[in-house]
């Protein structure tokens, strides 16, 4: 069972800000910590993302549509281009420093992309990330999100862990928002499922923190409940691997 995938949308809320299972540490890496990998040894997980995709898009087609607000229709064209910073951000620090989460949960963010998606599609409307490139956004103010981001984490691989810890941290906190901000099922049964899944990007980036004693302070949830989700066990989602 690989660490990018999110769990079943039939199973509603996991565990959410202050919710968070503590106690126990996550699994550890074995002799994968410190391992960095070339694109060509990464193992091959798009069949099983596709897949889940696949499930949470039928789900999303069987659900009523209506009109949304515009507090829901901004959520979903935010974390559209969110999804892709996370993506894009990963795959330049992969390519420029190998270490393996940001290659594995690209894939991962990739598939979070495409579950926005399903549900622009689903509710008529527009693509924001449509036909841009990688590192290129319609929002201004996300595009220099990501330029900081990139520049922060070129800088050395304690700074791409950061960053990584940083864009996870803020994902969670935003799909948290968002979710609370709308009532219709479908979207937060995504919501969550995309939260689930970077519960345990974080936790994977926590684990190379450990590994490099790297420092980090938490931005955007408070330190008790980024602690307790970093250390508590990785989520399964239903799909087998």
């Known amino acids: 069972m690989n660490n990018q995938c999110s769990g079943n949308l039939r199973q509603g809320r996991g565990m959410g800000k202050g919710r968070g299972r503590g106690g126990a540490a ?17 193992p091959d997980r798009s ?51 190998g270490i393996r989460p940001f290659g594995n949960i690209s894939g991962s ?17 527009p693509d924001p990330a449509h036909d841009l490139a990688v590192g290129r956004f319609h929002n201004p103010q996300l595009q220099r999100l990501y330029d900081a981001l990139v520049e922060q984490g070129l800088r050395s691989r304690e700074e791409a862990v950061r960053v990584g810890l940083l864009i996870e941290e803020l994902d969670i906190d935003d799909l948290q928002k968002a979710a609370r901000r709308t009532d219709r099922e479908i979207i937060r049964r995504v919501y969550d499922e995309l939260e689930r899944g970077s519960r345990n990007h974080l936790r994977a980036f926590y684990r190379w923190k450990t590994q490099l004693g790297v420092s980090y302070q938490p931005k955007h949830l408070t330190p008790e409940v980024f602690t307790t989700t970093a250390l508590s066990p990785h989520e399964d989602c239903a799909l087998s691997a």
């Open 109 to 125: 963010e990739q598939a979070h992309m495409d579950a926005i998606l399903a549900l622009l599609e689903h509710f008529g409307l």
């Open 47 to 97: 069949a099983h993302r596709q897949e889940h995709v696949a499930q949470m898009r039928s789900q999303i087609a069987a659900s009523p549509r209506s009109v949304l607000s515009a507090a829901e229709q901004e959520d979903l064209l935010l974390m559209r281009e969110e999804e892709k910073i996370a993506r894009d951000v990963y795959l330049r620090l992969y390519e420029r420093w």
């Open 26 to 42: 996550g699994r550890g890496l074995g002799g994968a910590m410190g391992q960095t990998l070339t694109l060509d040894e990464m």
